[in-house]
């Protein structure tokens, strides 16, 4: 039995007497808060989704099934150390008995049964789940989608076109509209306390409920806040254990190989052709069981290399898939062994050596304790490749999976550091192949060194500003009789010309975006339907939108639709208007369903690119539907002096008034002090109660 507590937000602090203790009500506390939520996670991972929602979980399940993402998180729990596995379990113990006693009466389950005419009971969680929760949410935050882009870039377009989209990011080149993640950190020579400061914000999809749990976690070896992936014990990205702490942001690293392979049908499966010649893949047959409708029939293939995740085809005269190597399925690890030595650490070094088990994606972390260290890591794994090597899939038939490159060594930080997802500087870190433009980071350090914060609730600026790249990238392509010259490029909601700016925006990316030359790249890629998000081609060319104005192919035409996307935009409302909160439930995605959506339909200021990131689709929609799933400060000196914020709340309930209550401080970009005296928290039910 542990104790509960419940602070003004309805934020869970939990209190045991042991580690296990702990785990096990961090379970039942996570699935009596977020029941629906882990549950469809879980299912994600096993591919089993469409039993709970219909043909909307297809084309995930699918995919799920041929990267076996379920298998991998069973591997990774057979070779965890005891004590990791035992810490697991009892999550998994909790969960179940939370699971019984509420989250299993989550009414979403209950519209699902209305609108399918049927019930579907739910199953035990078994041990291997979590970290099959860990892995999904991770499955698809590596480079490779973009890739396969890059891929049909070079088939459609030609290879020259390729470094065209793909150039975003590099050394001098323009800001372009694209989202990412924001950390930093003030070394406490800057600070009133004399102690460092963290801060930062990572940027997500909007789902509901949300991304991460606000949590405190106590037992008699530590006591921290963060923030946890529920249906995952700990708190691996961000966490405060009092003397340290810790957040990181995504290194943009090309941590998965993907090869083109080339298969022959045998009597019973595929042969892959590879360095070595043709050698039999592994296939797995299955049915995805589909509520509502009827069974599909799954070939999930892996060959020496990876597994294949695409949809197969003929291909100059052969039979083409590609396929991935993802380290957590080569390795048998998705990471978990740093979860508890994260929740130990007492200074910034157990933070980093704690991270030493981490695996993907590739982060990077920054780390301080109340000694004053400040350090920056690069951890993960990733394969020991060159540049010109991540650029497009490898050949399956002559090229070999890489060895893992060797750890890289933290540095000291003497002053500020900040990361925004930008190309780093150091050689040795940079381990991608494109990148987010450097405007957020550029401007963040602008704005610690202008403001020169002393304490987190100076880092509110930070968070609220919303100055555009995008913007003065695109200045010269704005028509002389546009009125925005004097427009300050800030993408605030009460601006009209920001709305003006960005309805402009949207009308050059679908003007280009149906440019002849661009045609080939409508064409059907082939790949499957879960990597479209990264192959709409709007979206893509949103992303590299000054370079194909210029281009010669395009650029005598690119006066002309700039003037008539002027002539459409120049009566467009404030930004706000149109720009509001898009959150992302399931249930939106079945036909029949009702999503608790309507009420969070807010403005918000931000754009895609802005240091407050609320990123939409130009050309598409300027509903927000990405951007930061959570804001977080941690004040080494003083805990309560610390800071956080989700979009939404606490509860995964939409009766709970904790459902939604943190939303509009968030969309001020105006989080909330954190509280850890026990004295001040209401109490809850205990778990392990009758």
Same mark, same amino acid.
């Given at each position: ?75 990774? &729990? ?35 049964d209305r609108v399918f005419g049927d019930r579907r009971p739910l199953e035990s969680w078994e041990d291997h789940d979590p970290l099959g929760v860990l892995h999904v949410a991770h499955a698809l935050f590596s480079p490779f989608p973009v890739v396969l882009w890059r891929a049909h870039v070079a088939d459609t377009l030609g290879d020259e076109w390729v470094d065209l989209f793909a150039g975003y990011g ?7 509209? /694209? /989202? ?108 995805? &069981? ?46 978990? /062994? ?107 350090? /602008? ?167 609320t990123g939409s689709t130009p050309g598409t929609t300027d509903r927000s539907w990405r951007g930061s799933v959570a804001r977080w400060a941690w004040d080494v000196a003083d805990r309560e002096r610390s800071l956080w914020s989700v979009p939404f709340g606490a509860s995964g309930d939409p009766a709970s008034p904790h459902f939604a209550d943190q939303l509009a401080a968030w969309a001020e970009a105006r ?20």
């Amino acid at each position: 039995m542990a104790e509960v507590s419940r602070d003004d937000l309805g934020i869970p602090h939990i209190r045991a007497a042991d580690v296990g203790d702990l785990a096990e009500a961090q379970g039942e506390v996570t699935a009596r808060d977020r029941g629906w939520q882990i549950e469809v996670d879980r299912l994600r991972t096993s591919g089993r989704l469409s039993e709970l929602i219909g043909g909307a979980g297809v084309a995930w399940d699918v995919f799920a099934r041929r990267a076996r993402l379920d298998d991998t998180a069973r591997r990774a &729990f057979e070779a965890l150390d005891p004590e990791t596995s035992g810490f697991v379990r009892r999550y998994v113990a909790g969960v179940r008995r939370g699971m019984t006693a509420v989250g299993c009466r989550a009414w979403e389950f209950d519209e699902l049964d209305r609108v399918f005419g049927d019930r579907r009971p739910l199953e035990s969680w078994e041990d291997h789940d979590p970290l099959g929760v860990l892995h999904v949410a991770h499955a698809l935050f590596s480079p490779f989608p973009v890739v396969l882009w890059r891929a049909h870039v070079a088939d459609t377009l030609g290879d020259e076109w390729v470094d065209l989209f793909a150039g975003y990011g590099d050394p001098g080149d323009e800001t372009l509209p /694209s /989202s990412g993640s924001n950390a930093w950190a003030v070394h406490g020579t800057r600070t009133a306390s004399g102690m460092p400061l963290l801060g930062g914000d990572p940027h997500r999809i909007f789902e509901l409920p949300g991304v991460y749990q606000q949590i405190r976690l106590a037992c008699g070896e530590f006591d921290v806040v963060g923030l946890a992936f529920p249906g995952v014990p700990g708190v691996p990205h961000f966490g405060h254990t009092g003397p340290a702490a810790w957040g990181v942001t995504n290194a943009m690293a090309h941590s998965v190989e993907i090869f083109r392979e080339r298969l022959r049908p045998t009597a019973d499966g595929y042969d892959a052709l590879g360095p070595d010649g043709w050698r039999a893949a592994d296939v797995q047959r299955s049915e995805v &069981f589909v509520r509502g409708g009827a069974a599909v029939n799954v070939e999930a293939i892996e060959t020496e290399r990876g597994t294949v995740v695409t949809d197969l085809r003929e291909q100059d005269g052969a039979l083409v898939g590609w396929s991935i190597r993802l380290p957590a399925r080569t390795n048998r690890d998705v990471g978990a /062994s740093a979860l508890l030595p994260l929740l130990r650490a007492r200074t910034a070094e157990d933070v980093v050596e704690a991270f030493g088990s981490w695996v993907d994606p590739v982060n990077r972390v920054i780390a301080a304790d109340s000694a004053g260290t400040v350090l920056a890591a690069t951890v993960g794994v990733a394969p020991d490749l060159p540049r010109e090597a991540r650029r497009l899939p490898l050949d399956g038939t002559t090229s070999r999976p890489a060895a893992d490159r060797p750890p890289i060594p933290a540095t000291a930080v003497g002053d500020i550091a900040v990361d925004a997802n930008e190309r780093p500087e150091r050689v040795e870190i940079d381990l991608g192949f494109a990148y987010p433009p450097a405007h957020r980071a550029a401007r963040i350090r /602008s704005l610690l060194e202008e403001l020169r914060p002393r304490t987190a609730d100076a880092f509110a600026e930070i968070w609220g500003d919303t100055a555009s790249g995008s913007a003065a990238a695109l200045r010269a392509w704005i028509p002389a009789e546009a009125d925005l010259h004097e427009w300050d490029e800030r993408m605030d909601a009460a601006s009209r010309a920001a709305g003006r700016f960005a309805a402009w925006r949207s009308g050059v990316v679908r003007r280009v975006a149906a440019h002849p030359a661009l045609a080939p790249l409508h064409a059907p890629h082939g790949f499957s339907p879960v990597f479209q998000p990264w192959l709409t081609v709007g979206a893509q060319v949103a992303a590299a939108l000054p370079r194909l104005l210029s281009h010669p192919a395009i650029a005598p035409d690119a006066p002309r639709m700039c003037a008539e996307a002027w002539d459409e935009a120049s009566a467009a409302p404030e930004w706000g208007s149109t720009h509001r909160m898009l959150p992302l439930h399931v249930l939106a995605e079945v036909p029949g369903a009702a999503a608790p959506v309507t009420e969070l339909d807010v403005a918000v200021s931000g754009d895609g690119d802005t240091v407050r990131c609320t990123g939409s689709t130009p050309g598409t929609t300027d509903r927000s539907w990405r951007g930061s799933v959570a804001r977080w400060a941690w004040d080494v000196a003083d805990r309560e002096r610390s800071l956080w914020s989700v979009p939404f709340g606490a509860s995964g309930d939409p009766a709970s008034p904790h459902f939604a209550d943190q939303l509009a401080a968030w969309a001020e970009a105006r989080p909330t002090r954190v509280t850890t005296e026990w004295a001040r928290l209401r109490p809850d039910r205990p778990t392990g109660a009758a």
